[in-house]
């Protein structure tokens, strides 16, 4: 299905509300992001992806036919973990299952690595039971390296979660050639 990434606007509030205010989707995620998820929150989360600097985050709206039906985010680390960066993402529940995340995640691990010349390293950590997530990061080239034992609390319950990582020498090496710049 098509798509596009692209930076978030005041507008997309009711669409944040709409497509947010979803158990389905806050129960893969952390408790920063709530449920029910209220107008305020919508709010916030956009007024902090406008003011983000764009030298340690991308935070992307996932666009279809006009509407913001999603969310994807790199965050660049600090001090020791500054070559590494974490990947978050969330999809309209009625989006699922066309394919739309897989490729998205593609798409920001690119704007990353072309952004930040120093990257190294994209990481994200799905919840052990959270089988879409982790299909889509394995579809997208990210290896399994590990399970974080009880990491987790969520909703009163210790789960364990899954390292997953993609470094730049494993992107695409056909797509790689086509982004001279970077060191190969
Ligand atoms: C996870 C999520 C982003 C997936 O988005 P999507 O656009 O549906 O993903 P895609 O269509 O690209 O790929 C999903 C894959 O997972 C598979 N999948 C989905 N649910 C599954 C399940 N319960 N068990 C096994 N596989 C599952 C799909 O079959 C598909 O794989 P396939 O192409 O081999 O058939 C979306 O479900 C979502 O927003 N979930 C809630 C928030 C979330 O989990 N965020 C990530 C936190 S780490």
Known sequence: MDFILRPWRRED????????????????????????YIRTDAETFIGSC???DEEKQLFRAIEVD??????IALCLGSDVYRMTAELGYWLAEEYWGKGIM???VKQICWE??????????I??????YN???RRVLEKAGFQLEGILRRSVCKRGRVYDSCMYSLLYEEMDPY??????HRAQ
Not at 66 to 71: H, L, P, T
Not at 123 to 128: K, L
């Open 131 to 133: 089988a879409g997530s």
């Open 102 to 104: 897989t490729e998205a």
């Open 112 to 121: 990353g690595y072309d952004r930040w010349e120093d990257l190294v390293r």
């Open 13 to 36: 509030v009711d669409d944040v509300l709409r497509y947010a205010n979803n158990e389905e989707i806050a129960c893969n995620l952390r408790d920063v992001f709530p449920h029910p």
């Open 175 to 180: 797509e790689r050639a086509l982004h001279p």
């Open 50 to 52: 406008i003011a983000a």
């Open 66 to 71: 006009g509407r913001a039906v999603g969310s």
């Open 123 to 128: 990481y994200a950590e799905p919840f052990d």
